[in-house]
């Protein structure tokens, strides 16, 4: 088995979460991830933000964006989107909140990835500027440029592909 990597960069970010009162006969309430804050919070986790007209926000909890050096060409392709992202992915859980904080990465890939599983909710939220700098920083001092190489095709044996008559024993 081969070793996995680690992250160059570890970034610290706390997480909110949206939980909604759903207007449904078959759930009560639609929960997603609405932001993630440059800073960690001095907060337990699950801490109630804000409550109005049926919507709660909550402080999830701190997660890291971890940054690889593999991936600054897909780091680079979210800035370069207009709308800068960080994934949020909350996972299935049992007991007093239906879900747990699984994550957080600013690689589009990863994010897409995290929606495999089919129950882990998965939301694009807005980079914050401060993490935005950061992730440049990174790009600017990690990543290289890799060249295009096109594999030429092997030429086809022309004899090769010509179709065998009957009977010469290769039916």
């Given at each position: ?22 207007d ?65 992915v ?18 589009p ?22 993490l ?10 990690h ?29």
């Amino acid at each position: 088995m081969s070793p996995v990597a680690e992250p160059l960069v570890r970034v610290s970010v706390g997480v909110v979460v949206e939980r909604r009162r759903a207007d449904s006969p078959w759930i009560d309430a639609v929960w997603r991830g609405v932001g993630v804050l440059p800073d960690v919070l001095d907060m337990t986790p699950w801490t109630v933000i804000r409550e109005q007209d049926g919507v709660t926000l909550f402080y999830a909890g701190s997660a890291t964006v971890d940054l690889y050096r593999s991936e600054t060409d897909r780091y680079r392709d979210n800035l370069a989107s207009g709308t800068p992202s960080i994934w949020i992915v909350l996972s299935p859980a049992e007991g007093a909140l239906p879900y747990l904080l699984g994550g957080v990465t600013a690689d589009p890939a990863e994010g897409e990835a995290f929606t495999a599983a089919g129950a882990n909710l998965v939301e694009a939220v807005p980079m914050p500027e401060v993490l935005r700098r950061a992730i440049e920083d990174f790009i600017a001092e990690h990543h290289v440029e890799s060249e295009f190489f096109k594999r030429e095709r092997d030429r086809a044996d022309p004899e090769a592909l010509a179709q065998r008559r009957r009977g010469d024993g290769h039916e």
